[in-house]
């Protein structure tokens, strides 16, 4: 993959069509994102920057900044990031509100458009158009969420694991622990792959983290985080289950008896398929399988969220000798399951059906290839045709 894939003027075009039209579909909420994610994140690093860190957790204090910034007709959104990361965020709380909000989106395009560079760079034509054609990075940018970092991150250790370098892949895999429930089902991948390097520099750097965050707010300050992350979901913004594309969001949506159960039981089931998925599997798969893992089974989950999956799903489509798991990868790259999560309930329920579709073509995937006859593995498809 070290060779410049063939990307054309038309393939350039047309991945500027998605990305401008998404941009312009997504500003008619910048201004939801500013009143309500980007200045959750903002309180986190205020209080950081003033080195508040025994209030980080402390939502009667979130409300006093909330009133400073944005005055009494705004409801305070908790702030639930790790102390580590508030300290990282602190810089952005070195302008007022609105001008660093600005300042935030401009970064966020800019990463955004790094990341579609690389992937054009890494997959060629078809991977940029596919890449641009999710609106998942878009969508979090314009919500004043932090979605482009945690994308380039990803980005960069899923190319880290793709040349071999797994220690180093799984320290940037650390590096997003500050959305840990993120990284479920990848943590899992790592152990049951036997990626054991992977898995030590992902130790370290989340050992290292929790050490930072500890002396930052001391042992007396872990309880109150505890309760504030557990309490979260009945504070503002009040988030509406039906909404979050994961397995309770399915539950929800289909109004299923026994949620909770089921969810535990299919949360295991999950897991079992995506560990079976990424058994011998290409990079590509195991990094799929865990994502995918990772939306389903965790309990806090939003559109933008998706992108996680971003950076393998071109792969997924390219080299796969799978036309079902081409297919899954397609249609996730695909503003249809997103259409169906900006519905009325249960349409939502097809953006985590989407995931299940993965994880099914995946594990099918898998079960052709240790059924082949011959003992080699799948000849995949390659990422460009032959002529160009």
């Known amino acids: 993959m070290g060779k410049l894939k063939r990307v054309t003027a038309a393939g350039i075009c047309g991945a500027a069509v998605f990305v401008i039209f998404y941009c312009m579909l997504g500003s008619t909420v910048v201004k939801h994102g500013r009143q309500e994610d980007f ?13 508040r860190f025994h209030d980080l957790y402390n939502y009667e204090v979130h409300k006093q900044v909330w009133l400073a910034n944005l005055g009494p007709d705004v409801e305070a959104v908790p702030y639930t990031r790790p102390p580590f990361y508030a300290l990282a965020q602190s810089p952005i709380a070195l302008l007022p509100l609105t001008p660093s909000f600005a300042a935030c989106i401009g970064v966020s395009l800019l990463l955004v458009l790094g990341f579609l560079i690389w992937a054009a760079r890494e997959y060629g034509e078809e991977g940029l158009v596919l890449a641009a054609m999710c609106i998942a990075p878009l969508l979090g940018v314009m919500h004043g969420q932090d979605s482009a970092v945690v994308l380039t991150l990803l980005a960069i250790a899923y190319w880290l694991g793709l040349k071999g370098r797994d220690a180093a892949a799984g320290a940037v895999f650390g590096l997003v622990l500050f959305k840990f429930h993120l990284l479920l089902g990848i943590a899992a991948m790592m152990v049951a792959t036997r990626r054991w390097r992977m898995l030590g520099g992902f130790a370290v750097v989340g050992a290292l983290e929790g050490v930072l965050s500890l002396a930052l707010i001391g042992i007396d300050g872990v309880r109150p985080y505890i309760d504030l992350v557990r309490r979260s979901d009945s504070m503002p913004p009040h988030p509406i289950i039906q909404k979050m594309p994961n397995l309770m969001g399915i539950a929800t949506n289909l109004q299923l008896p026994a949620a909770q159960i089921l969810v535990a039981i299919g949360s295991v089931l999950v897991l079992a398929v995506a560990i079976y998925s990424a058994w011998g599997g290409p990079w590509w798969r195991v990094y799929l399988a865990g994502m995918a893992a990772s939306l ?24 796969s000798p799978s036309k079902f798991t081409r297919a899954a990868c397609c249609l ?10 900006f519905a009325n309930p249960p349409w939502p329920a097809g953006m985590p059906i989407s995931f299940l579709l993965l994880l099914a073509a995946l594990a099918h995937e898998a079960w052709t290839s240790s059924r082949s006859t011959s003992g080699a593995p799948a000849i995949e498809r390659p990422l460009v045709p032959a002529s160009a």
């Open 39 to 51: 200045s959750t994140l903002y309180t986190g690093a205020y209080l950081a920057r003033h080195g």
């Open 332 to 341: 996730l790259c695909s503003p249809l399951p997103f259409m169906a999560g």
């Open 296 to 319: 389903l089974i965790s309990p806090h989950i939003f559109l933008y969220d998706v992108g996680i999956l971003l950076p393998a799903l071109p792969a997924g489509y390219l080299h």
